[in-house]
């Protein structure tokens, strides 16, 4: 038994989680590997090879790392657990009107509890993934913060993860850049791992035709949503749509509507399968509701307004926000206008490069200008 303890380490057969594992092997931890079979690309009914972390090559991938290094791997199929909570969820947000994130949902609700669940049935102390991020304790708080290479990090889609789980979490790669992880990989001569494509689409949707999908997914929802409006912010009818689910706030491409001038989709009404178009200003928002919090580096936010930098998706910069704690709602006042705050997204919250926490997106909306004497 090694001193540093035993760690489970989520292997995708990528890059990033396998370089992880051989980091946790050599600083002599006992390492375990584990690889999740999520989904079968089979039952998706799309054209493209299989291709990612579900894939049998993957799997094979990972396994052979295990090998090579000499520690345990195994496959768990979490097929059923994934299915009913985040494609049922991803299906029903799209019809609620809304735009979801199944990655973020799959790695807080999904993947950390069966990693858990795992660690205890095997004996191990800690899990491990490739995400490029970190973590430490501080005044009785586990609190994650971003990963050194400002172009990897993932910290955005962890802030759902629960305290419990985050005392047990490693992130190996969270000091380190990616072009470092490629050259670890070569010199200890897993040359295939570097010259491997990573995949950035959802794992059930390898073609990336998430409309395709929700039309196999839901009987006769072509039928029951075709002809909607496409309308103005006053109202005026403009043109014709495919329905309602098959739209998302910040569209512009493929509304095969023409006015004139550049139009995008500022709003979608599941109600009346009214889809509404404006201009580029018509998408900035300044304020925000965002529920079922999770919060990391403060217990709460209660009569507590805090300066923050938000994020409203995966690859936004984040913008400069008052957050303020309301019940188990957040308000966040923008300093100035964000364009395409899509409710069913997630929003994280930052204090320097700490995540504060985070939570779904229910509305948007303008106020008059938020003034910074509550900080005060």
Not at 95 to 101: D, F, K, Q, W
Not at 251 to 258: C, D, E, S
Not at 351 to 366: A, F, K, L, Q, R
Request: aromatic share 10%; proline share 3%; charged share 25%.
């Amino acid at each position: 038994m090694s001193n540093k303890g035993r760690v489970l380490v989520a292997m995708s057969g990528g890059i990033d989680s396998s370089v992880a594992a051989v980091m946790l092997h050599e600083q002599g931890y006992e390492v375990v590997g584990m690889t999740m079979k999520t989904w079968d690309y089979a039952s998706s009914g799309a054209s493209k090879k299989e291709t990612g972390c579900c894939s049998l090559d993957s799997i094979n991938d990972a396994r052979n790392i295990a090998v090579q290094l000499g520690f345990p791997h195994y496959i768990i199929d979490i097929r059923d657990e994934f299915g009913d909570f985040v494609i049922n969820h991803f299906t029903d947000e799209y019809l609620a009107g809304r735009t979801p994130n199944p990655c973020v949902l799959c790695n807080t609700h999904i993947k950390w509890d069966a990693l858990l669940r795992r660690a205890d049935q095997l004996g191990c102390d800690f899990i491990a993934t490739g995400h490029y991020a970190n973590v430490r304790e501080e005044n009785g708080r586990y609190i994650i913060s971003k990963g050194l290479d400002e172009h990897k990090d993932q910290s955005y889609a962890l802030w759902g993860i629960s305290q419990k789980s985050l005392s047990r979490t490693i992130f190996p790669l969270g000091k380190l850049h990616k072009s470092e992880i490629r050259q670890m990989a070569l010199d200890r001569g897993f040359t295939e791992l570097v010259n491997k494509p990573e995949s950035y689409e959802i794992c059930f949707i390898p073609d990336n035709d998430y409309r395709g999908f929700l039309k196999r997914r839901v009987e006769g929802l072509e039928e029951r949503v075709a002809g909607g409006k496409f309308v103005l912010e006053d109202g005026t009818v403009v043109g014709t749509h495919e329905g309602y689910p098959f739209y998302t706030i910040g569209q512009r491409k493929g509304l095969g509507v023409a006015l004139g001038f550049p139009v995008y989709v500022t709003r979608i009404d599941k109600d009346t399968n009214q889809v509404v178009l404006g201009n580029y200003e018509d998408l900035a928002k300044n304020a925000m509701t965002v529920g079922k919090l999770s919060l990391s580096k403060y217990e709460d936010l209660i009569d507590r307004p805090i300066s923050t930098v938000t994020k409203v998706r995966y690859n936004d910069g984040g913008t400069e926000a008052i957050i303020e704690q309301v019940g188990d709602k957040m308000k966040v006042h923008f300093l100035t206008g964000v364009h395409a705050i899509a409710p069913g997204q997630a929003a994280v919250f930052y204090e320097g490069d700490d995540v504060v926490g985070g939570g779904w997106i229910e509305s948007n909306y303008n106020h008059e200008y938020y003034k910074l004497e509550v900080l005060q």
